[in-house]
């Protein structure tokens, strides 16, 4: 219950495309749906994140679609360039559970955009 | 405004070897928390703590420790080395424990134990 399933491990695509990445949820006591971007030798970094009291929240080109029946959510990426390169991580967490302890992150996925 | 810092960037330990794994933020956050990151495996919580005297166990703390003395610097330890404890380890900084809060991150410590 307490596990964020997270797909593709990898993916590529070239300029201009976009990339989906899907994560899935069991615990129904999560309410927060944060994603964070990592680039090579740093650390990760928030870069957007959703409520299930709303189905899709845009920020750039960056979008979480989220459907709380399906106990899914994705993040799409418009109009995608070579410096979006970087591994992204889903995560969810319950909004009062006491500390960021009960942060769940999936295990990533690596993307990679070809010129 | 530096955030979180760590150090060292890398370091080469021997098995049964100890070490001092180094975070401070300078953000006066209270929340700060230890991952590690294997490949393809995502972040682990090892430690966190939620103000200076105060320290609770993650998902996985079996061979570390750590201390919080002040609300600035948060060490992870490292008693007996052990080859599975070769990871990436980052330290993070949140404002609060609420969820909305986001976590901040040093740049890591690339461990390796041989």
């Known amino acids: 219950q307490q596990q964020v399933k997270q797909s593709p491990q990898s993916l590529i695509v070239q300029k201009g495309g976009i990339p989906i990445i899907n994560c899935a949820y069991e615990?129904?006591?999560?309410?927060?749906f944060p994603w964070y971007q990592q680039f090579p030798g740093k650390g990760p970094a928030l870069l957007i994140a959703?409520?299930?009291?709303?189905s899709e929240k845009k920020e750039g080109r960056f979008t979480i679609s989220f459907n709380k029946s399906a106990k899914q959510f994705s993040l799409h990426i418009m109009d995608s360039q070579p410096g979006d390169s970087a591994t992204y991580f889903c995560a969810a967490s319950k909004r009062y559970g006491g500390s960021q302890g009960n942060l769940i992150f999936g295990k990533g996925t690596k993307l990679s955009v070809k010129p | 405004n530096a955030g979180v810092t760590q150090t060292p960037k890398f370091r080469i330990l021997k098995i049964g070897q100890s070490m001092t794994l180094q975070c401070t933020q300078d953000m006066n956050h209270n929340y700060m928390y230890w991952y590690r990151q294997d490949p393809g495996m995502g972040l682990k919580l090892i430690y966190y703590s939620v103000g200076a005297g105060i320290t609770d166990k993650g998902e996985v703390p079996n061979g570390y420790n750590v201390s919080r003395s002040t609300t600035e610097d948060f060490p992870l330890r490292l008693e007996l080395a052990a080859p599975s404890q070769t990871s990436v380890y980052f330290c993070?900084?949140?404002?609060?424990?609420?969820?909305?809060?986001?976590?901040?991150f040093g740049n890591g410590t690339r461990l390796t134990v041989t």
């Open positions: 993070a900084s949140s404002a609060s424990g609420v969820s909305n809060s986001p976590l901040h």
């Open positions: 959703i409520r299930p009291d709303v």
């Open positions: 615990n129904t006591a999560f309410d927060y």
